[in-house]
């Protein structure tokens, strides 16, 4: 089925520094592909997502990245601030496994002032 | 626009005893899937329903079912709790079936087993 890794499992990063975040799936039919974080003791909440139409989408200090011949999608945070201190999962469609998203086992990113 | 609601957001249980929890998608949204998050194990996903249907299932054990009712509120059901069922569980409401649209998430329900 689909399997997603994703890498580093944990991050810690100086204040104002970028933050990234790798992850590869194995289901070259996915098409759809969205990062979520979550802060302690609360929800995902999504962040960002790409489709594979595109390469890359932006949104202020986030960005996302997709390479579908390598099958890798990458999150880019620029100018991290103390605030983006959470947990980020990244997903892959998995409808053709049976499943609506096969999420990476996540990332913990500590931003340190 | 009420985001998704979950209920209730801690229940503890005894084993053998069985759980019901409760899931509200956004107004619209006529997917709701449910997902099992623990340290060890991360996001698991347990089933999708849209429009009262089961479209996908995870690798649960079948002591673990749900539904979902015209108005796209959805039930998930433990039977004979075991200490590993303790996790958050989380619910997701999409506009269409998931997998290739975006997904919002409830805040959770915590369980824990004793």
């Known amino acids: 089925g689909e399997n997603v890794e994703q890498h580093p499992s944990t991050l810690s990063v100086q204040e104002g520094d970028s933050a990234v975040i790798k992850c590869t799936y194995s289901?070259?039919?996915?098409?759809?592909f969205p990062w979520y974080k979550q802060e302690l003791g609360k929800r995902p909440q999504l962040i960002i997502d790409i489709r594979s139409n595109v390469g890359e989408k932006k949104d202020q200090r986030i960005a996302v990245t997709l390479n579908k011949t390598a099958k890798h999608f990458s999150l880019h945070i620029t100018e991290t601030q103390p605030e983006d201190s959470a947990v980020y999962f990244c997903?892959?469609?998995?409808?053709?496994?049976?499943?609506?998203?096969?999420f990476g086992p996540g990332t913990r990113l500590s931003v340190l002032p | 626009k009420a985001g998704v609601t979950q209920t209730p957001r801690y229940l503890i249980k005894t084993r053998g005893q069985q759980v019901t929890l409760s899931c509200s998608p956004i107004s619209g949204h006529r997917s709701v899937s449910w997902y099992q998050q623990t340290p060890g194990q991360g996001l698991q996903f347990l089933f999708e329903?849209?429009?009262?249907?089961?479209?996908n299932k995870g690798n649960f054990p079948g002591r673990f079912s749900g539904r979902q009712f015209s108005n796209s509120r959805s039930e998930m059901n433990v039977s004979t709790l075991e200490l590993g069922d303790s996790a958050l569980y989380l619910c997701a409401s999409s506009p269409g079936s998931m997998g290739d649209t975006e997904a919002f998430f409830g805040q959770g329900t915590r369980l824990t087993v004793v």
């Open positions: 329903y849209f429009s009262e249907t089961q479209r």
């Open positions: 997903a892959a469609e998995g409808r053709n496994y049976g499943q609506n998203f096969v």
């Open positions: 289901d070259s039919a996915s098409n759809y």
